[in-house]
């Protein structure tokens, strides 16, 4: 399986929002509902954000939301803070009982 | 509370094997899937694999297939990770991660510390 597509980083200032894209194929993104996202800080263990596409695990705040559209899954951070700045990375069942992340993308808060 | 604790750092020479554990607690055990996900240096996520906890069976990602193995006991509710003929790119911080699926969702809800293996002569 190849990796799947993100932007490299994005920006925005605090209280804005910002959309990182994840791009895959019919075989993957676009095959199947289980895109996950996950956020990680500098040192630290992944953090699951959203799953099965749009869904938020309990004690993640409703600013994170995630949808897909076609092979791109997106997750949306609205009212951006300081402590959203992290690398995010998407992950989407790829069939046959395997799964695929994306590159992953820098979000720096200005 | 729930959580996934894993052994600590390990420095190993090039050929030589390293085996990385994961236990489990706060949870039924055989109720989750186990991933295994890898970062290399400065780089991003790399999906090693799974191992199903009700069957002991294992699924590897291309690229992780001959020198990967992924075992379990479920009296002591761990996962292993075994790394056999050990390369320098195998340096790299090793998470694992569960999966419930179902109505639970197939996010990865649950992650371990991370293991950081390092290989040099």
């Known amino acids: 399986q190849s990796a799947l597509t993100q932007p490299r980083s994005v920006s925005g200032s605090p209280g804005q929002s910002v959309t990182i894209s994840c791009t895959g194929t019919s075989s993957d993104v676009g095959g199947f509902n289980y895109v996950s996202w996950y956020q990680q800080h500098p040192g630290k263990a992944p953090k699951l954000m959203i799953y099965?596409?749009?869904e938020r695990p309990s004690g993640v705040p409703d600013r994170f939301s995630g949808s897909k559209s076609g092979n791109t899954a997106s997750l949306t951070i609205s009212g951006l803070q300081a402590e959203d700045e992290a690398d995010y990375y998407c992950?989407?069942?790829?069939?046959?009982?395997?799964?695929?992340f994306g590159g992953g993308t820098k979000l720096t808060v200005l | 509370q729930v959580q996934l604790v894993q052994s600590g750092s390990e420095l190993k020479k090039p050929g030589a094997s390293v085996k990385v554990s994961c236990k489990a607690s706060?949870?039924?055990?055989?109720?989750?899937?186990m991933n295994w996900v890898r970062q290399a240096p400065g780089q991003g996520l790399e999906w090693m694999g799974w191992?199903?906890?009700?069957?002991?069976?294992?699924t590897y990602a291309r690229g992780f297939t001959g020198r990967f193995v992924f075992s379990l006991d479920t009296s002591v509710s761990t996962t292993y990770l075994q790394i056999r003929d050990l390369k320098a790119d195998d340096t790299a911080v090793y998470y694992c991660a569960r999966v419930g699926g179902g109505p639970r969702g197939y996010g990865m809800d649950v992650w371990g510390q991370g293991s950081t293996v390092t290989v040099s002569s």
């Open positions: 191992i199903n906890t009700n069957t002991g069976n294992p």
């Open positions: 706060g949870y039924i055990f055989i109720s989750y899937a």
């Open positions: 099965d596409v749009s």
């Open positions: 992950c989407s069942y790829a069939g046959s009982y395997t799964w695929v």
